[in-house]
């Protein structure tokens, strides 16, 4: 038996975490899946935050809430890490402390509509979700563990 599998795309990873994971609702301080969408860079040229569509339940049924996740969890400004994520990496997000609920008392969802930073970043009424980027994600997963292996 194979004691790895490895996939093609992080929406390949998605589409089997999808079916054969056990997802859940976000949760404060939890962590969770998810692919980077869209990264801002600020005024000295450091990205600093990014928008992930995260897998997890909404209304019980599997889906992806959108979270703007910080790169790391130093001083923004003067960040000692080199974060190296990049657009369309897969992620460990750890969320905040509080979960966030739009208008409509749940979080803000990811849609496929979705493409310019405008559309990511949310607020008002429908605010996305806080949380840190713990570990970049290769696309092995580990059978044994149903993990998949992170870059150091």
């Known amino acids: 038996m194979k004691d790895k599998l490895v996939f093609k795309s992080v929406d390949a990873c998605f589409e089997y975490m999808e079916k ?3 997802n859940d609702e976000l949760k404060p301080k939890s962590l969770y899946h998810g692919k980077i969408l869209h990264m801002i ?3 000295a040229g450091k990205k600093t935050l990014a928008y992930v569509k995260v897998l997890c339940l909404i209304d019980g049924k599997t889906d992806y809430a959108m979270v703007s ?3 790391c969890d130093c001083d923004i400004f003067n960040c ?3 974060p190296k994520y990049k657009k369309d990496d897969m992620v460990y997000i750890g969320m905040g402390t509080v ?3 739009t208008i409509d008392n749940r979080v803000r969802r990811w849609e496929k509509t979705f493409k310019t930073e405008e559309d990511f970043k949310g607020g008002g009424m429908h605010p996305n979700n ?3 980027i713990i ?3 290769k696309l092995t ?4 563990t149903s993990q998949f292996d992170h870059e150091d």
């Open 69 to 71: 996740a910080f790169l």
């Open 20 to 22: 054969f994971f056990t």
């Open 141 to 144: 997963l580990n059978v044994a």
């Open 80 to 82: 000692e890490c080199k």
């Open 41 to 43: 860079v600020n005024d």
């Open 135 to 137: 570990k970049k994600l």
């Open 99 to 101: 979960i966030n609920k």
């Open 130 to 132: 806080i949380g840190n």
